[in-house]
């Protein structure tokens, strides 16, 4: 979602301010725009509607470029909520040609201020509530010389989610920056330095950082980071040097990112287990020695997460329910913040996010740890995001840098990361070694069957040109690939915009077969275990209505090939099949997207980073 870049050094910044919106495209974006102090402390600003490619394009123009150059700086790219995608709704903001703001977030009290601020005679020319907070510094910035108190007096009055990188003509060689739910980060450089939604979009510039943490304020210059925590205080924050997370961002041989994440799969679940998973036996203490100390105590675990990290909890739940003994709820993050959930005694709140930076994940953790939770456990990809801060006890899942919009391989390692989880609890809760050395040799297992799954590529190529004119699909599962239906489904209509819904197999005749008939690809998963038969049952009823069928099977021989579509998959044990599952769906979404022509990676109307409610 959403992404700022600012900068103030001395040396010119514009490039590399462009450089950092080019390192944020994963986040989605419909407009961008840049705003430049320039060498006679002027404010100017330049704006398009479209990729980062046409802002650049923009500032080949020599009188463009001209204008456009300086020592201080903010650029934006922004996903729209208030407004229509326009050039006039992109940031940065401008007020009076004096102060000029870039913001992540909503203001929740937008029309309020508004209506206050056009009663002192302020125009407003986009539909956004950001241009409220830029029009709102200027008012309190005409009460004092101070930049920095305008900006702390207007935040102790807004209401919401915001991140904010704001400059001024005024005050030339200072940014300010101010986080409050939503993520921003300070690079600091050699007589430079810079403010960002993500480390990503520094690295070509820093290799020190401080993660702002909530309602902390920083004020930048050429020499000096001074943050203020929320009472206005002067504090010290860590400094942290990058690791390897960030190092790899080029896509390689690859035509897309999501492609080469989807190939990444078998050594993200390698380096995901290493150090975890021995020859025979799982390292307990995975999930930190404290926490592990207080699994026995566990009589309930909520599960709380959005869109993909949901349908990894969804699995989870089959998983512990049925190897722990323990009672599992499942919730998404959105409605959990919003109701009022019953917690049972000693439960464990466990929440699942790829970034760490997502709004509504981040506010169920925050009105968890108020609540009668024994302990919360933050399973995540990112080191250093608010989540992994904020949790008790974090779970890195390894699985390096995610570009592309559709997670992938955050996904499949959610799914491990929740199977090991199983695992350690289950010695707790309801010790058996025999169930424990099935599970290690399971996962001993995946990174061969994720390659075997990947010599499919060809296969499912071929498949997704039968998906190229139509508008629907129907995805089926049983029991723990159930979730799986569900994510196969919201992986094809999210990069390719074909309508697509999961349901389990059962439910069939309850609905959505009055839906089946010649037009409406079916996309089964039917691995030989203890459903196999019920899921057969439920073909032979779209099979009766002239449904087309995909099946997705390790028993094609159990079929009549000549009514329908197998991908034979590799035998396994059932624990692991539904992340075995996942890597086929994802390929036929992917493979079905590019013959569409969608922009694979950045998916319209989508964002990698959700920080927004």
């Known amino acids: 979602m959403c992404g700022i870049v600012g900068a103030v050094a001395e040396r010119h910044v514009e490039k590399i301010l462009i450089e950092g919106l080019w390192r944020l495209e994963y986040r989605g974006y419909d407009s ?13 600003r330049l704006r398009v509607l479209g990729k980062v490619s046409e802002l650049e394009k923009a500032l080949l123009d020599p009188a463009t470029a001209l204008r456009m150059r300086g020592n201080t700086g903010i650029a934006h790219t922004r996903w729209a909520t208030h407004g229509e995608p326009s050039e006039r709704n992109a940031h940065p903001f401008v007020s009076h040609d004096e102060v000029s703001l870039v913001h992540n977030g909503i203001i929740e009290n937008h029309e309020t201020l508004r209506a206050f601020l056009q009663e002192q005679g302020y125009s407003f020319s986009s539909e956004t509530d950001s241009e409220v907070v830029v029009h709102y510094i200027h008012y309190h910035y005409q009460k004092t010389p101070d930049l920095l108190k305008a900006v702390q007096t207007v935040v102790k009055e ?48 820093v290799q020190q950082f401080i993660y702002l943490e909530d309602r902390d304020l920083a004020d930048l210059s050429c020499e000096s980071v001074r943050i203020y925590n929320a009472a206005g205080k002067l504090v010290e924050r860590k400094l942290h040097p990058v690791d390897g997370h960030y190092d790899v961002v080029d896509r390689g041989e690859y035509r897309h990112y999501m492609r080469k994440e989807i190939a990444e799969q078998t050594q993200a679940v390698t380096t995901c287990m290493d150090g975890r998973v021995g020859q025979k036996q799982l390292n307990e203490a995975v999930f930190g020695l404290a926490l592990q100390s207080k699994l026995g105590e566990v009589r309930a675990v909520h599960l709380v997460a959005c869109g993909t990290s949901y349908h990894a909890a969804l699995v989870g739940k089959y998983w512990l329910e049925a190897l722990t003994g323990v009672p599992v709820s499942v919730e ?3 409605e959990f913040r919003y109701r009022k959930p019953v917690v049972p005694p000693q439960t464990l709140f466990i929440t699942l996010s790829q970034s760490g930076e997502t709004a509504d994940t981040l506010a169920a953790l925050h009105l968890a740890k108020k609540m009668n939770y024994l302990d919360t456990l933050a399973i995540c990809n990112v080191p250093k995001s608010t989540l992994t801060r904020e949790a008790d006890h974090v779970f890195l899942t390894r699985a390096g840098m995610e570009i592309g919009v559709a997670s992938t391989k955050g996904f499949t390692t959610q799914l491990l990361a929740l199977l090991l989880f199983t695992a350690v609890l289950g010695k707790k809760q309801r010790p058996s070694p025999e169930q424990d050395a099935a599970i290690i040799s399971a996962l001993h297992s995946l990174p061969l069957l994720l390659k075997q799954v990947m010599a499919c590529d060809g296969q499912i190529a071929q498949l997704a040109h039968r998906f190229i004119d139509k508008q ?96 034979t998959m590799p035998a396994m044990h059932p624990v692991v099949a539904p992340i075995v599952y996942t890597l086929p769906l994802q390929l036929l979404a992917y493979h079905v997207a590019v013959l569409k022509g969608t922009d694979v990676d950045q998916p319209r109307n989508l964002a990698k980073s959700v920080t927004v409610e």
């Open 32 to 44: 961008t725009g840049i705003a430049m102090l320039d060498q006679q402390n002027r404010l100017n």
């Open 332 to 334: 998404i993050a959105s």
């Open 472 to 567: 629907h699909a129907l995805f089926l599962g049983r029991g723990s690939l159930y979730p799986i239906a569900l994510e196969g489904a919201l992986k094809l209509k999210e990069i390719s915009y074909i309508h697509a819904e999961g349901y389990p197999g059962g439910e069939l005749k309850h609905g959505p077969l009055a839906l089946v008939d010649r037009y409406m690809p079916v996309i089964a998963l039917a691995p030989k275990n203890e459903l196999f038969e019920k899921v057969k049952s439920n073909l032979a009823e779209v099979q009766a209505r002239g449904g087309e069928l995909y099946v997705l099977t390790d028993a094609p021989n159990e079929f009549n090939a000549k009514h329908m579509h197998l991908l």
């Open 158 to 205: 807004l209401e919401g989610a915001y991140a904010l990188a704001i400059i001024s003509s005024r005050e030339p060689g200072r940014v300010i920056g101010v986080r409050h739910g939503s993520p921003l980060v300070v690079g600091k450089g050699i007589g430079e330095n810079f403010i960002a939604s993500d480390v990503l979009a520094l690295l070509h510039v």
